[in-house]
């Protein structure tokens, strides 16, 4: 069964909703003011405390510095997802397990990080990654086989991520936009019931 990540968490009522529905992994934004969803480390460590233990947590984070990764790794997060630019050095000696978003652009790119013990994860996103945009997700089938798991991000909602389980095949499926309110204060519980009730039940047809 595909797992799910609801990303871009900011305040106690999503922990709420996400205690009660359970999804896989919790995405927190973190060191990305450009980010309406950006955390400080105050709050992550507030909500982490919050969420349910057996929901995995996920610091996302754009070209981190060695600095921003400690202080992810002291706040005891299960995973980082990094986007943009990061050295191998860096991405090598990083504590926490990875996840290595890549833009679907850069596809050619997934085999410089095919081979690190420490990324357990590589997520594909659209161009544009937070956009709530999806891409052309045939650009995936020809993907080399490979033990990391693979996320789905990009434009997912309710409405079609029944679909792209089904043809992608990916570990899990990430959404952010797609089960917001419509102000941007917070999740929508019911988009976010959906969404996973859907992908939940991707394969049953």
Known sequence: MTK?????????????????LSP????FVMFFEKSH????????????????????SV????????EQLEQIHTLGFD???????????????????VIRAINVSGIESI????????????????AVPGSGKSFDWSMLEKLPKTDKMLFLAGGLTADNVAAAICQVHPYAVDVSSGVELA?????????VQAFIKNAKSAFIH
Not at 4 to 20: A, E, F, Q, S, Y
Not at 37 to 56: C, G, P, Y
Request: charged letters at 25%; a positive charge.
């Open 4 to 20: 799910v990540k609801i990303c871009g968490l900011k305040n106690p009522t999503d922990i709420k909703c996400i205690n009660t």
């Open 24 to 27: 896989d992994f919790a995405g």
């Open 37 to 56: 969803r950006n955390i400080s480390v105050q709050t992550a460590q507030e909500l982490l405390a919050l969420l349910d233990k057996n929901i995995k």
């Open 59 to 66: 610091a996302v984070t754009v070209s981190p510095t060695e």
């Open 79 to 97: 995973y980082v997802q990094i986007h943009g630019k990061i050295s191998k050095k860096l991405l090598s000696e990083c504590k926490t397990p």
């Open 111 to 126: 085999g410089d990080i095919e081979n690190l013990d420490n990324v357990k994860g590589i997520l594909f996103d659209s």
């Open 183 to 191: 102000d941007k204060s917070g999740k929508d519980y019911q988009l």
